[in-house]
């Protein structure tokens, strides 16, 4: 007897019957960047078709969001240049841009699931993720976990269902955790980002969020690009500290790492399709060099394919109304 695959793949029918990926909205987040102040909507021009938002705006996009019944989004605050410090305080200002928005969004769109990334960078004048030793330069791990800590309890009580650190600080899940039940937030998850690389893929969000390091790199505390087995060592690391979900990131580039994750470990893992694979696809789609819709969905695929349960994105919309007119 032949055995005849090509029978599978006569009809549409038959192929979306047997197809071994589905993706759908519930499991895509949508990251959005909250600037402090009222009544602003700006371009990112490295970003086209993303925007920052003022809290008091965010109806103009989640209106779209919650439509679409993406499963949520992931809140990244910019405030005003003149509250950056050394330690980054103005991450648990209890009227930060972020703390207003969660609060905005749990009132107005109670089903979207509030992520809210904890990290320094946007908060500090140096631009780092941690605070900075004076005599020698160094980001000070250890250090830096109280004040990590203290900006995730701050979402926290403003009502984020979950915190996102992304700050890659050694033991920064086990000290939030611990935070977050000292002040009884139990229930609070933790979506750590366990396995991030120090890429350049990050490019257009530091212009998005105004927060590129005013010297040196991240890469004393983000991965290095050539390891694949310290990622593991990462994510099991994270999974002992108590996280709930793991993120690796970036995404396309990372496939390889986030399968090899996937076998591993048992907890669900969020693969972060960042801002500069979403500027790639913008920029040669605007310039008519591949097709857009159709890039943005094989790449979305190809993570789901390689073990992502949840994929966070900046084509979420896009991705959504596609599996809703049945295109995907
Ligand atoms: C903050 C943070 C970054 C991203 C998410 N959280 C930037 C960085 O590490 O420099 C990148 C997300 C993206 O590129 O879309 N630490």
Redesign the pocket.
Known sequence: MIIRPRRLRKTESIRNLICETKLTPSMLVY?IFVREGKNIIEDIPAMPGQKRYSPDNLNLILDRVNKNKIGGVLL?GIPDENKKDEIGSASWDENGPVQQAIKFIKREYPEIIIFA?V????YTNHGH?GVINKFNHEIENDPTLEFLTRSAVSYAQAGADVV?P???MDGHTKAIREGLDKNNFYNTLICS?AV?Y??G??????E??G???SFGD?KTY?MDIRNSREALREAFLDVEEGADIIII??GISYLDILKTVREKILIPIAS???????SMIKAAGLKGWIDEKKIISETAISIARAGADII?T?FANELAELIHEGGL
């Open positions: 990251p990244f990334d990290c320094l960078c946007e993720c996102a992304s700050d890659m980002y991030k120090a890429s893929f990050y490019g257009p969000f530091r998005a969020a927060s590129a390091p991240r983000q990131k970036p972060y399709q960042v801002s500069g694979e979403y966070i900046y």
